[in-house]
């Protein structure tokens, strides 16, 4: 398969603590997105990289929040200090040009 | 938050029905996609769209981006019962260099067998 692939795909943690996501885009891909979404909701921008830079970040991106893409292929996204309001799944996406997403990361943060 | 206004929130249709659904926007888009989403998995690529006017099909799927810039909507012939899930629209805004989506809030649709 050389969709984009996501890890974990759960991740249950009590509040206080890291967590890290892993993503790894399809190949040729230089862009790397990563998204947010609430039950319910439609995914939100979080940040976005072009190859191993680090182009832009929303308001959403608070200061516990890290994204890293150190050799512009896989990328990873560190929360730390979680709380409730963390709980999402959070979504990869890569792209040419179009945006193609990976399965996600459903967080549960107790 | 977002931006567009996409409806109907739900659909509950009979199968082999048709079935419309539209995304609304106050500000310009140089591109429209379409993604289907079902529970616990990414949303998935159902149609693109690049030009202003553009009528494209996927199987028994068509959408449209709308000469206003602002505007799309998709069409569904014949839904089967595989065609349960969310659909969104998601938009490129026209000053927008990352190319970053804009999510429509989705369309749930069910299908009766």
């Known amino acids: 398969d050389t969709g984009v692939s996501q890890d974990p795909r759960h991740k249950i943690t009590k509040r206080g603590q890291n967590v890290t996501f892993r993503c790894d885009p399809i190949?040729?891909?230089?862009?790397l997105y990563w998204y947010r979404q609430t039950l319910g909701q439609g995914p939100e921008f979080l940040t976005y990289?072009?190859?191993?830079?680090?182009?832009?970040k929303s308001r959403l991106l608070s200061d516990r929040f890290s994204a890293e893409r150190p050799k512009g292929s896989f990328s990873t996204l560190e929360i730390q200090r979680t709380e409730q309001g963390d709980s999402a799944m959070y979504l990869c996406?890569?792209?040419?040009?179009?945006?193609?997403f990976g399965p996600g990361t459903r967080l549960t943060v107790l | 938050g977002q931006q567009l206004n996409q409806s109907p929130q739900s659909m509950f249709i009979q199968e082999g029905e048709d079935v419309s659904m539209n995304c609304t926007s106050s500000?310009?888009?140089?591109?429209w996609l379409w993604y289907k989403q079902e529970p616990g998995e990414g949303p998935v690529l159902l149609i693109a769209?690049?030009?202003?006017?553009e009528l494209t099909s996927n199987g028994r799927l068509t959408a449209q981006f709308g000469i206003t810039r602002k505007d799309s909507f998709l069409n569904i012939s014949a839904s089967i019962p595989s065609d349960v899930g969310i659909y969104f629209c998601?938009?490129?805004?026209?000053?927008?260099?990352?190319?970053?989506?804009?999510f429509g809030g989705g369309t749930r649709l069910m299908v009766k067998p």
């Open positions: 996406a890569s792209s040419l040009n179009t945006q193609y």
């Open positions: 190949s040729e891909h230089n862009r």
């Open positions: 990289f072009q190859n191993e830079a680090q182009l832009e």
């Open positions: 500000s310009i888009f140089n591109t």
């Open positions: 769209l690049y030009k202003a006017g």
């Open positions: 998601a938009g490129q805004p026209i000053y927008n260099a990352g190319n970053m989506l804009t």
